[in-house]
């Protein structure tokens, strides 16, 4: 195994519902702000702040 493949990573994230251009927005599951989401995005969804930390979180630390 090399790092070059990233075998040491945790696999890529799925992808991210659309951003909605105006609201009614989903709030944030975590700290409960608003996020750049519609309402009707089904699912987990994070404010910007937390899909941040939440992405620091995870990432490989090599």
Same mark, same amino acid.
Do not use: D, H, N
């Given at each position: 195994?090399?790092?070059?493949?990233? @075998?040491?990573?945790?696999?890529?994230?799925?992808?991210?519902?659309?951003?909605? @251009?105006?609201?009614?927005?989903?709030?944030?599951?975590?700290?409960?702000?608003?996020?750049?989401? @519609?309402?009707?995005?089904?699912?987990?969804?994070?404010?910007?702040?937390?899909?941040?930390?939440?992405?620091?979180?995870? @990432?490989?630390?090599?």
């Amino acid at each position: 195994m090399t790092t070059e493949s990233g @075998a040491f990573c945790a696999p890529e994230p799925a992808p991210r519902p659309p951003k909605a @251009a105006e609201g009614p927005f989903a709030r944030c599951v975590l700290c409960l702000e608003p996020t750049e989401y @519609a309402e009707s995005v089904k699912g987990i969804v994070l404010c910007p702040v937390c899909e941040w930390q939440e992405a620091q979180r995870t @990432a490989c630390s090599g």
